[in-house]
């Protein structure tokens, strides 16, 4: 059985494959970084020691995605080194049974260990993915990703115990099945037609690229702004029920955004998602202490990122590489993410405390709709003859059904 959105004829159980190894490693690594986040602050106290630490897994995790993207096309044999990557992840899952007895050292060791594990063999999943799918169906493949990776997330919850020792026995069991996907892509993997790796000097200087990763990396530096303050005004359980709501969105409207991107094109859809999220940064400019702003802002943020994360994770990257090795394209697309992630444990807390609410969120939105100015000039990635096709295919619909609304008056 063979699916109709990938580039060739590719079988079923190679794009299921593709979404069991996203969906394992995601959800995996939003679990074990929790662990040792939770760690973290439970063994430190000081602000210089959390933020050194903070910085070894921000390190670990841009260095490996790097490195992974250099070393992708001189891998004798991807199949092998994504097994031995995913094993390298059990081993990390069962390690932390050592924060039993948290130190700074053994921390420290686990922070890069889980680093590595998560974003060595990344860019090549990322890349594995924009070659199984094509142009004009990539955001709706990954948006059924990104779907299944919250259904995953939340389902999770439910299986995951408060004992570590136990904690690290199910997400070590949860990262081997990831074996499941990479094993039915072993021929995949292997018969994959050498692709021309350009130089990462190349990537970054590419002014597509730069125009779509400038407001990407806007956007996450802005992003991390919002939930710190949220924490500081109504508290730890209504962020948690806030980063619900958004995720629920989110997850709901990707597959929308997913649809979109694939129909009306990836440069409306995304300055929707950017203008979007700035109105709801300006809605808590104008009150931050109204607890309804909160849930306005909660709403909008999540069908921002249901945009954010089809397009910026999956799609994008994948079409500016045009025919060319895409991981290199991927590992720049990853860090913005990771940066924001990053700040938002650092920075954050502490710019919420030190700067006035109506201040950050007006500068916030302020940024955001700056943001969308090198959109504006950057290239639409989806083909105009895709878009001109799909919206004469929808107009006759329409047409069709007016006539047969018509007929049946008469």
């Known amino acids: 059985m063979n699916l109709h959105f990938t580039k060739m004829n590719i079988p079923l159980k190679v794009a299921l494959g593709n979404i069991v190894m996203i969906v394992n490693l995601v959800v995996w690594y939003d679990y074990t970084s929790a662990i040792l986040r939770e760690a973290i602050d439970k063994t430190l106290s000081a602000y210089g020691e959390k933020l050194a630490l903070d910085v070894i897994l921000f390190s670990a995790v841009v260095a490996s995605v790097l490195l992974g993207a250099f070393l992708a096309n001189k891998l004798s044999s991807r ?3 994504l097994l031995a990557w995913n094993l390298m992840g059990v081993f990390s899952s069962l390690a932390l049974v050592m924060l039993e007895t948290a130190t700074i050292v053994n921390v420290s060791f686990l922070l890069i260990l889980v680093g590595i594990s998560f974003g060595l063999g990344l860019p090549v999943y990322m890349a594995n ?8 169906n990539r955001a709706r493949f990954g948006s059924i990703v990104i779907l299944v990776v919250f259904l995953g997330i939340f389902a999770f919850e439910f299986v995951m115990p408060k004992n570590l020792f136990l904690g690290a026995l199910v997400l070590a069991a949860w990262r081997f099945s990831g074996l499941v996907g990479i094993l039915p892509l072993g021929s995949f993997l ?3 037609k050498q692709q021309k790796s350009p130089p990462m000097v190349s990537v970054l200087t590419d002014r597509s690229v730069l125009l779509y990763l400038i407001p990407w990396t806007i956007f996450s530096l802005i992003n991390y702004l919002g939930w710190p303050i949220n924490s500081r005004i109504h508290g730890e359980n209504f962020v948690y029920f806030s980063a619900l709501i958004n995720s629920v ?3 709901i409207f990707a597959p929308i955004a997913g649809f979109l991107a694939d129909s009306a094109g990836r440069k409306r859809t995304l300055v929707s998602g950017f203008i979007v999220f700035g109105i709801g940064y300006a809605v808590l400019g104008i009150n931050p202490f109204n607890i309804y702003a909160w849930y306005f802002y909660s709403f909008v943020d999540g069908i921002a990122w249901g945009i954010i994360y089809v397009i910026f994770w999956f799609t994008i990257w994948g079409d ?3 025919g060319k090795s895409s991981e290199k394209y991927y590992a720049v697309g990853i860090i913005p993410y990771s940066l924001s992630g990053f700040l938002r444990v650092t920075l954050g807390p502490y710019i919420a ?3 006035s609410e109506y201040a950050i969120f007006s500068f916030a939105a302020f940024f955001l709709f700056l943001a969308v100015v090198p959109l ?4 639409e990635t989806l083909p105009e003859k895709t878009v001109r096709e799909r919206e004469l295919k929808s107009y006759i619909e329409k047409a069709k059904r007016i006539r047969e609304k018509f007929t049946k008056g008469q």
């Open 190 to 192: 292997e018969d994959k």
């Open 129 to 136: 993915f924009a070659d199984i799918t094509k142009i004009d």
């Open 353 to 355: 405390n030190t700067v």
């Open 320 to 322: 500016l590489a045009d």
């Open 79 to 81: 199949k092998r080194f």
């Open 376 to 379: 504006m000039y950057a290239p």
């Open 249 to 251: 969105i989110a997850g």
